[in-house]
């Protein structure tokens, strides 16, 4: 994140984790790895994360992963 350009725009996409128990408010958080610069790779990882949270559901309990981006 530090360059030698100070007018230079950087981009990431954060990983966020949504879960929600039943019909209460949703609870937001980072996935371990958080941040992914490239916006091919963080698509892919999302589409693989929501695969794995289809397999290990919990009762009650709705999973999801978004990639979102950022630019500093």
Do not use: C
Request: proline share 1%; net charge positive; hydrophobic share 35%.
């Amino acid at each position: 994140m530090f360059g030698k350009n100070k007018g230079t725009f950087l981009t990431t996409n954060l990983i966020v984790k949504v879960r929600k128990y039943k019909n209460e408010n949703p609870l937001f958080s980072f996935y371990d790895k958080a941040a992914i610069a490239d916006d091919d790779k963080a698509k892919v990882t999302v589409e693989h994360l929501n695969g794995i949270a289809q397999l290990e559901k919990e009762d009650n309990w709705q999973t999801q992963y978004y990639s979102v981006s950022m630019t500093l």
